[in-house]
């Protein structure tokens, strides 16, 4: 574990073994409540709903301790991507977003903030690289880029959108705070899809906004109170009780991604594996020097999409469903979608079971395809 990963994990300890008074529940409790006893304002930690609830509250906690930064929490992953575009951008501003990024978040600037007069400018993640990012005002980047699973340098981004002015909003859902970290890195703003990883049960949609600009993060929590994108109480308990066991998961489905995309990247009816942790991965270098580890997506790509079909429903591990970072593994064909990879190429999200079980069903699955 890296020295970060160490010191965060280690708050996380500290702050789950506060004191408690005789008879306070370990677990923290469900409120649902929406309004709070207000005799007058001084120093009420909670008002009403729409402003904070002790729910949210304690899942912010948590998660900025694992940020070490201040977190905002919003009902899902695009309305945390929401809150940051709206406390970012303008009439007149530039605003670049990846191409072959997370789908919504292109849409939602394009369908919903160039018509408000931001002008929308798309660019592949591999172009981050080079691109001159003067006269944007904001610039969204997500690293590794889903499903292509791509990489750009973050702190070279970061620093050449700081000298542009422009700011850097990082979607960091795929790798999480323990995994990536790109405030320290220079990003402005991280948001993270809770839905995914970090709750890890497929049971509760959340997202956050981290950052350590002050007065950015007030916008944003200007945003949630106005606009009232506010969670759920119980989707921030079970996202909290969910990030309990966040690291542990981590380790066991980035080990397994490891081993099976060595295994995938030897097997005769696997065109080409992309993984960032397989040493001639064209990522490989950069993965090693700005994440903790290489995560737990793969991208396998098979011979068509009738191959890559047959697999899916022979491979009886891999549930078939879009979405990722559950505790089971799960399997899809992304050019369904539409996204910009080949007919046959999977993208596999590895779960938490072990590996060898994991390794036989998709063994056998692809043994069955037709040569
Ligand atoms: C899932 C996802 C989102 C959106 O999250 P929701 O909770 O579904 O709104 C945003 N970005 C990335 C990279 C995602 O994978």
Known sequence: MSERI????????QHQSAPLHKGDPLALPLISAT???????????????RMNTPTWQA???YVSLMEEAEVC???SGMAAISAALFATVTAGDVLIVPSDGYYVTRALAKEFLAQLGVIVVELPTCEFAQCDFHG?????????????????????????????????????????????????LGADLVVVADT???????????GHVAGRDSALMGRVRDWRRMSGATPGALEAWLVHRGLQTLELRLARMCESALYLAQKLSKHRAVRAVRYPGLMNDPSYDLACQQMES????????????????????ECTVLRQSTSFGGTHSCGERRARWGDAVPEGF?????GVEPQEVLWQSIETALQKLSP
């Open 6 to 13: 160490n010191r965060v994990m280690a708050a996380l300890s």
């Open 35 to 49: 309004t709070y006893h207000l005799p007058d304002l001084d120093g009420a930690p909670f008002m009403y709903a």
């Open 59 to 61: 899942v912010e906690d």
């Open 73 to 75: 929490a919003f009902p």
């Open 136 to 184: 944007a005002a904001a610039v969204c980047l997500e690293t590794p880029s889903n499903p292509g699973l791509d990489l750009v340098d973050i702190a070279d981004v970061a620093q050449r959108c700081a000298a542009a002015g422009a700011r850097l909003i990082v979607d960091n859902t795929m790798m999480s705070a323990l995994l990536q970290q790109p405030l320290d």
């Open 196 to 206: 995914k990883a970090p709750g890890g049960h497929s049971d509760a949609l959340l």
């Open 294 to 313: 290489f995560g737990f997506l793969i991208g396998i790509e098979l011979r068509d999409a009738a191959t890559a079909e047959a697999f899916l429903s």
């Open 346 to 350: 999977v993208r596999i999200s590895v």
